[in-house]
């Protein structure tokens, strides 16, 4: 999905299909995001990669914190030139990481030295790096993410390039591979599996807000119910378990549905 129309129209498609809730990792601008959420109506929505002044729900990284933070530490080693190797123009992380790189050089009374584009794959940093070479490296680079600075660094070494000399690198993500990078790399940690967990918690919490709200039931609700009880017996095969676990499912639905009924006759 590369528009706000395709985007729009996948929700409709998911809205069709009865869902209780939506989380959206797009890049959107605010506009775009603020739209979105009104197609939505009550049902909650949290965005995951959108301009911080949209208001909408949205769990994301501060950028802002975190390329601050990376100008400060190659600024503390000494370097004045300071490129930005970036992501795709359209992507919101992309806008707001150039735009807190640009302040902290400005803080400093530094400019910046160059800006190259790439689509967050290491090919397309390999060949945006090619366009510096020979005598247009900047002093160190700060590098959208762990692919595309493994692009740089294969680019450097091919032309004898040495890290960090000559060229410091600093990097987004710190992936498990990443480790393994030779030499080591600064790196500003995002936690990806601890914002999807928060983006859940963000998204069950506003669902629950809104059911109470509106005294209807929810199949997430049916889901919450199907709990397996502790047994001191031989496990039983995976069919067996999840056969009972459908059967305690199928009641727990018969269940709500029958409170429901009930609420709806009750004068």
């Given at each position: 999905m590369r528009s706000h129309?395709?985007?729009a129209d996948t929700v409709n498609?998911?809205?069709?299909?009865?869902?209780?809730?939506l989380m959206i990792n797009?890049?959107?601008?605010?506009?775009?995001?603020?739209?979105?959420?009104t197609l939505c109506g009550d049902k909650p929505v949290i965005f995951m990669d959108v301009e911080p002044q949209?208001?909408?729900?949205?769990?994301?990284?501060?950028?802002?914190?975190?390329?601050?933070?990376?100008?400060?530490?190659?600024?503390a080693?000494?370097?004045?030139?300071?490129?930005?190797?970036?992501?795709?123009?359209?992507?919101i992380f992309a806008q707001s990481r150039e735009a807190?790189?640009?302040?902290?050089?400005a803080a400093h009374q530094l400019t910046p030295f160059c800006v190259l584009q790439g689509d967050w794959s290491a090919q397309s940093c390999y060949q945006a790096m090619l366009q510096q070479l020979p005598d247009r490296l900047p002093q160190a680079l700060l590098v959208a993410?762990?692919?595309?600075?493994?692009?740089a660094m294969r680019t450097l070494h091919q032309h004898g390039v040495a890290i960090p000399a000559q060229v410091s690198i600093t990097r987004y993500d710190d992936t498990a591979e990443s480790a393994w990078y030779q030499p080591p790399l600064t790196t500003v940690r995002q936690d990806l599996h601890a914002l999807g967990e928060q983006s859940v918690r963000c998204c069950w919490r506003s669902l629950r807000i809104a059911r109470r709200r509106s005294g209807r039931w929810s199949r997430c609700w049916c889901w919450c119910c199907v709990k397996q009880p502790l047994r001191r017996a031989a496990p039983r095969p995976i069919w067996a378990r999840w056969r009972s676990s459908f059967r305690e499912l199928h009641a727990s639905c018969k269940i709500a549905d029958v409170m429901l009924r009930q609420?709806?006759?009750t004068p």
């Open positions: 129309n395709s985007a498609e998911l809205l069709a299909q009865r869902v209780d809730a797009l890049p959107l601008a605010a506009s775009e995001a603020e739209q979105i959420q949209a208001q909408v729900a949205q769990c994301q990284f501060s950028n802002a914190h975190g390329a601050q933070a990376a100008v400060e530490h190659l600024i080693l000494g370097h004045r030139q300071i490129g930005l190797l970036n992501g795709p123009p359209q992507a807190a790189w640009r302040e902290a050089l993410n762990d692919q595309m600075a493994l692009g609420k709806k006759t």
